[in-house]
């Protein structure tokens, strides 16, 4: 059977309309990590929540398979053959209740929008680190804020009200009251139940932190590991940080001292007193002869400043690891493999402190799991878009050697292309929760219409 044309498109979708050869294709199917490229049968670019039910309703009667393309930086897999994408970059709307204090947001919504309209009236979203990130999709795979992470869990944990069309092209509302099993599958379960149209979030009172980054010379790699580890071993849950090896380009727009060699940064934010936090700090400040040091107090609309992420599209390979502790062999293999005379090819390890909040499970149960878990780690390699392929390995020999300590684990929100296996994607819930989210997908999404992502497929 030939693949329907634009003739047999649904004529009640108000948004654009592309195919392969359209002008403005290749725009509207461009991601920020460019390791995955997308090739649909069509993209249907929604305006409302009309469009998203329209093009699901479409797929659906063609028995074809439904794509969401991420709004902000996370891909999961490349889109090809007969596929209906549907972007959501165009559903923009946020609506602040400062009585309240939450948020709504449509599913095309950055965290850079929602943190300048909270900012406003003192109130601070559990937000990425990239202003430049959205909002829904880091959301539902839990979702580690830079700055407020310990003080207040995981973003999921926060969600009060999701709106979401599944497979049929229906829209629910779904509350803990009104769905308690989707409510809990789709905080922590990503895009296999739907597509989320918005959503809808507590906010915090804060107005200020102490925070920002202090750099190092990766000569003192191991110094600045070891105080960084003692830092972490009785830090405050008001206090959110990540260790970070860098080996940055000889480009002219990196500051110069860290132009083409390794720097260690440790990156903190602390909800507190300026007092309280140069306290804290004193002993990393301490640790080696700082480069740099930006951590002062700053309005929490600053944020993005702590780890001064790339805005700029460009292709990166990453890799995860769950860690039980920052113990001497974890060290040592993270130094062996990305300190100072290593010769990897990695640009990047980011080692984020969790627990606190983060280990703690919410009220209103979600999906989201590996609570245990003491640390977060990545490896990422920038290549081109060109090359992706030939370094798709890259930072697993160091993924290798903290398997003993947690790195056979995963978790839902640091899964990458690497990890779209159902194998994969099983590691990163316990047992219990896996055969919920099955259940879950097998009542709304049957014939698993949403797989173009970190698949769960549905109970047989």
Same mark, same amino acid.
């Given at each position: 059977?030939?693949?329907?044309?634009?003739?047999?498109?649904?004529?009640?979708?108000?948004?654009?309309?592309?195919?392969?050869?359209?002008?403005?294709?290749?725009?509207?199917?461009?991601?920020?990590?460019?390791?995955?490229?997308?090739?649909?049968?069509?993209?249907?670019?929604?305006?409302?929540?009309?469009?998203?039910?329209?093009?699901?309703?479409?797929?659906?009667?063609?028995?074809? !398979? %439904?794509?969401? /393309?991420?709004? $902000?930086?996370?891909?999961?897999?490349?889109?090809?053959?007969? =596929? &209906?994408?549907?972007?959501?970059?165009?559903?923009?709307?946020?609506?602040?209740?400062?009585?309240?204090?939450?948020?709504?947001?449509?599913?095309?919504?950055?965290?850079?929008?929602?943190?300048?309209?909270?900012?406003?009236?003192?109130?601070?979203?559990?937000?990425?680190?990239?202003?430049?990130?959205?909002?829904?999709?880091?959301?539902?795979?839990?979702?580690?804020?830079?700055?407020?992470?310990?003080?207040?869990?995981?973003?999921?944990?926060?969600?009060?009200?999701?709106?979401?069309?599944?497979?049929?092209?229906?829209?629910?509302?779904?509350?803990?009251?009104?769905?308690?099993?989707?409510?809990?599958?789709?905080?922590?379960?990503?895009?296999?139940?739907?597509?989320?149209?918005?959503?809808?979030?507590?906010?915090? !009172? %804060?107005?200020? /932190?102490?925070? $920002?980054?202090?750099?190092?010379?990766?000569?003192?790699?191991? =110094? &600045?590991?070891?105080?960084?580890?003692?830092?972490?071993?009785?830090?405050?849950?008001?206090?959110?940080?990540?260790?970070?090896?860098?080996?940055?380009?000889?480009?002219?727009?990196?500051?110069?001292?860290?132009?083409?060699?390794?720097?260690?940064?440790?990156?903190?934010?602390?909800?507190?007193?300026?007092?309280?936090?140069?306290?804290?700090?004193?002993?990393?400040?301490?640790?080696?002869?700082?480069?740099?040091?930006?951590?002062?107090?700053?309005?929490?609309?600053?944020?993005?400043?702590?780890?001064?992420?790339?805005?700029?599209?460009?292709?990166?390979?990453?890799?995860?690891?769950?860690?039980?502790?920052?113990?001497?062999?974890?060290?040592?293999?993270?130094?062996?493999?990305?300190?100072?005379?290593?010769?990897?090819?990695?640009?990047?390890?980011?080692?984020?402190?969790?627990?606190?909040?983060?280990?703690?499970?919410?009220?209103?149960?979600?999906?989201?799991?590996?609570?245990?878990?003491?640390?977060?780690?990545?490896?990422?390699?920038?290549?081109?878009?060109?090359?992706?392929?030939?370094?798709?390995?890259?930072?697993?020999?160091?993924?290798?050697?903290?398997?003993?300590?947690?790195?056979?684990?995963?978790?839902?929100?640091?899964?990458?292309?690497?990890?779209?296996?159902?194998?994969?994607?099983?590691?990163?819930?316990?047992?219990?929760?896996?055969?919920?989210?099955?259940?879950?997908?097998?009542?709304?999404?049957?014939?698993?219409?949403?797989?173009?992502?970190?698949?769960?497929?549905?109970?047989?």
């Amino acid at each position: 059977m030939p693949l329907p044309t634009s003739s047999l498109l649904p004529s009640s979708v108000t948004g654009p309309v592309f195919f392969p050869d359209d002008d403005g294709f290749a725009d509207e199917v461009s991601v920020f990590n460019m390791t995955v490229a997308h090739h649909p049968h069509v993209i249907i670019g929604a305006t409302c929540v009309a469009d998203v039910q329209a093009a699901v309703r479409f797929a659906g009667d063609r028995n074809l !398979p %439904v794509a969401v /393309l991420n709004t $902000g930086h996370g891909p999961s897999m490349s889109v090809t053959g007969e =596929a &209906v994408m549907i972007t959501t970059r165009r559903m923009t709307g946020v609506s602040i209740d400062s009585a309240k204090m939450t948020a709504r947001v449509e599913a095309g919504v950055r965290w850079g929008q929602v943190v300048e309209e909270a900012a406003k009236i003192g109130l601070a979203p559990l937000a990425g680190s990239s202003p430049t990130v959205g909002v829904v999709g880091y959301t539902l795979g839990g979702g580690v804020s830079v700055a407020l992470g310990r003080a207040f869990g995981y973003a999921a944990d926060h969600v009060l009200r999701i709106e979401v069309v599944t497979a049929d092209g229906e829209l629910h509302h779904v509350t803990p009251d009104s769905d308690a099993d989707l409510f809990f599958a789709l905080r922590g379960g990503k895009g296999n139940f739907g597509v989320v149209t918005a959503m809808e979030f507590s906010l915090f !009172p %804060v107005r200020e /932190l102490y925070a $920002g980054a202090l750099h190092y010379s990766g000569d003192n790699a191991r =110094a &600045v590991l070891q105080a960084y580890q003692r830092f972490t071993a009785d830090a405050p849950d008001e206090l959110t940080s990540s260790i970070v090896f860098l080996r940055a380009p000889d480009l002219p727009f990196v500051p110069e001292f860290m132009r083409g060699k390794l720097t260690v940064s440790i990156r903190v934010s602390y909800l507190g007193s300026a007092r309280d936090g140069e306290a804290l700090v004193a002993p990393l400040r301490a640790a080696a002869p700082v480069l740099a040091d930006t951590v002062t107090t700053m309005p929490f609309a600053d944020i993005a400043s702590i780890t001064n992420d790339p805005t700029e599209p460009g292709a990166a390979v990453e890799h995860f690891a769950m860690l039980d502790e920052l113990s001497p062999p974890v060290m040592e293999a993270i130094l062996d493999i990305a300190g100072p005379g290593s010769d990897t090819r990695i640009t990047m390890v980011n080692v984020t402190h969790l627990g606190g909040a983060l280990g703690t499970s919410p009220e209103k149960a979600n999906a989201v799991g590996r609570r245990d878990a003491a640390f977060s780690l990545f490896a990422l390699t920038a290549v081109s878009p060109d090359d992706v392929a030939a370094h798709k390995n890259v930072g697993l020999d160091l993924i290798d050697r903290l398997t003993p300590s947690g790195g056979a684990r995963k978790h839902p929100g640091y899964l990458s292309p690497a990890d779209v296996s159902v194998q994969s994607v099983r590691m990163a819930y316990d047992e219990p929760t896996y055969e919920r989210l099955q259940a879950a997908k097998a009542l709304h999404d049957p014939h698993n219409l949403f797989r173009f992502n970190h698949n769960i497929p549905p109970r047989a």
